[in-house]
């Protein structure tokens, strides 16, 4: 019998949670872009403030799959919300149903503390998760474009602040 758990993580999954972004890097194919550590991890999610919030899936206390998250705060309906950063499930443990228990919990824990809102990107060549998305109900938000500013265009802009 498989036994399926989600619970927050603690800091001894810190390891795994890098482990699982990294993977997640390489899938997307974005691994050069990839240089969190486990201090880093550790202080994102553990430290004080807390920048970040990770829920660990189990499967017969295996480490399946992550969701790690952070706030946001959505002007238009005065509430905060969450962004799921990265959604990650080892590849032995797809088509179970991992994903969508994440989802659920994340939900669920959006809902409870008060939230409005559950949101994330995903990369439009990724048609399996899409396809879960869909499936889930999420909806695209085909007219929004998203920016970022990173790296030396950061450093170069911050310059410019008073």
Not at 126 to 131: C, L, R, S
Request: charged share 25%.
């Amino acid at each position: 019998m498989t036994s399926l758990a989600i619970r927050e993580a603690v800091p001894a999954d810190v390891p795994t949670i890098a482990r699982f972004v990294r993977a997640l890097a390489e899938y997307e194919k974005l691994a050069h872009e990839a240089k969190g550590t486990d201090a880093d991890f550790h202080a994102a999610i553990f430290g004080t403030p807390q920048r970040a919030g990770c829920l660990v899936a189990e499967v017969n206390g295996e480490a399946a799959g992550i969701a790690l998250y952070h706030w946001t705060f959505s002007t238009f309906l005065a509430r905060h919300g969450r962004w799921l950063e990265d959604l990650w499930v080892e590849p032995a443990f797809r088509r179970r149903g991992i994903a969508k228990a994440l989802f659920a919990r994340l939900a669920k824990d959006t809902l409870a503390e008060g939230g409005g809102r559950l949101a994330w990107n995903v990369l439009d060549w990724n048609t399996p998760a899409i396809a879960t998305y869909d499936a889930m109900g999420a909806e695209a938000l085909k007219e929004w474009i998203t920016r970022r500013l990173a790296g030396d265009a950061l450093a170069t802009l911050a310059q410019e602040a008073a």
